[in-house]
């Protein structure tokens, strides 16, 4: 049994706060991760894939529905489970995407900027906006 570092290749999606960004391996170990689509967004049946080196070669391993991956939260989170046997060697790269609910309204905002720089927003509820400014 040996742990390892999870990366992330997340686009609209996180992973859930409390969740483990490690991967075992182990005949024994089930690795179990929650990942969340942002605000906005929500997953389809596309599932997650999982990259790694598997008896030297790298590989991917696609998550199949209702086997080794369930959608929860109307679809707006994954509930993952996988074995990984000590064959399994990093770099471990879990991906996912989640796409735009159109159902959900995303406001939008003008943004004058008169001193230079970057400014951007994120809706992160139906009430709850986050601003980054960044001077450049």
């Known amino acids: 049994m040996a742990t390892y570092d999870l990366n992330t290749e997340f686009t609209h999606c996180h992973l859930r706060p409390?969740?483990?960004d490690?991967?075992?391996t182990g005949a024994y170990d089930v690795n179990t991760w929650y990942i969340d689509a942002d605000y906005g967004y929500?997953?389809?049946e596309d599932t997650p894939t999982l990259t790694r080196y598997k008896n030297g070669a790298l590989t991917t391993y696609k998550y199949v529905l209702k086997t080794s991956a369930w959608l929860t939260d109307a679809n707006k989170g994954y509930r993952l489970e996988l074995t990984l046997g000590e064959?399994?060697?990093p770099p471990f790269t879990l991906s996912a995407t989640a796409v735009r609910d159109?159902?959900?309204p995303i406001r939008t905002?003008?943004?004058?900027?008169?001193v230079g720089g970057v400014a951007s927003y994120e809706q992160k509820s139906s009430s709850s906006i986050c601003f980054d400014l960044k001077k450049i």
């Open 18 to 20: 409390n969740t483990s």
């Open 22 to 24: 490690k991967v075992v």
């Open 42 to 44: 929500i997953f389809t």
């Open 87 to 89: 064959a399994n060697m």
């Open 102 to 104: 159109e159902s959900v």
């Open 109 to 114: 905002l003008n943004i004058t900027n008169n």
